[in-house]
């Protein structure tokens, strides 16, 4: 299995501009999370799903962050227009959540490698 | 709310010795908790997970414990190497899916 895979991995942009953020979980995973991560405050939980659907956006900082998950495979976070302060390492990460211990394997957090973010 | 704390911030020592991070959680109602391995510039590493219902689980040199009823977890690591240099962070599963992170601890383990 090729892991959590986020693109771009990179993304320098200038404010006022869009941002797409692109995860692809784990085959099989039934919940997808998306993290944001800054020095001044650690990992932040923007929202998360569970089988496609969104089920706590608590995390999302304002209405210029948005998220989708059309299906099992594919999840994206927008940011319209983005600013300075959303500079961050934004993380993807599934699981396989089942309540109860599970198969072995099942409720590890599997994180992709980052999408670090630079708004000038 | 569940709040998640890891003592100490940092940490430094030499090569070869035994160390202990720490991690406390204020809810006890947890799914299980999960450490996880930071190295600079890069994604998490999930290291240990323990279920609710245990009280450790081993991987090599790891050694995670886990106190429900104290609200509490610590990270062993025997034998400590400079490719044990990391960010170490805990992670609490309460409500659904939704998981809660400490701030780490930042090891140095120096030759």
């Known amino acids: 299995d090729a892991g959590v895979i986020q693109s771009p991995r990179h993304e320098v942009t200038e404010m006022g501009q869009e941002v797409t953020l692109r995860c692809k979980p784990i085959?099989?995973?039934?919940?997808l999370f998306w993290y944001r991560q800054t020095m001044m405050r650690g990992l932040e939980l923007l929202i998360y799903?569970?089988?496609?659907?969104?089920?706590?956006d608590s995390g999302m900082p304002e209405d210029r962050f948005s998220a989708k998950m059309p299906n099992a495979s594919f999840s994206t976070l927008k940011i319209q227009p983005s600013e300075p302060r959303d500079s961050a390492v934004y993380f993807c990460?599934?699981?396989?959540?089942?309540?109860?211990?599970?198969?072995?394997?099942?409720?590890?957090?599997?994180f992709g490698a980052g999408s670090r973010l630079t708004v000038l | 709310k569940q709040e998640v704390t890891q003592i100490p911030a940092a940490l430094s020592v030499p090569e070869g010795e035994n160390l202990v991070l720490n991690c406390s959680f204020t809810d006890s109602a947890i799914y299980n908790l999960q450490w996880f391995r930071q190295d600079p510039g890069k994604g998490l590493t999930s290291l240990l997970l323990?279920?609710?219902?245990?009280r450790e689980q081993t991987s090599g040199r790891l050694n995670a414990s886990l106190d429900k009823s104290s609200g509490r977890s610590t990270l062993y690591i025997a034998a400590s190497q400079p490719g044990d240099s990391a960010t170490y962070l805990c992670?609490?599963?309460?409500?659904?899916?939704?998981?809660?992170f400490g701030e780490g601890t930042q090891l140095t383990v120096n030759p």
């Open positions: 323990i279920q609710s219902s245990q």
């Open positions: 990460a599934s699981t396989n959540f089942r309540l109860g211990q599970g198969a072995r394997g099942a409720n590890v957090l599997t």
């Open positions: 799903f569970n089988n496609n659907v969104p089920i706590d």
């Open positions: 085959s099989g995973h039934n919940s």
């Open positions: 992670a609490v599963r309460t409500s659904g899916s939704r998981l809660t």
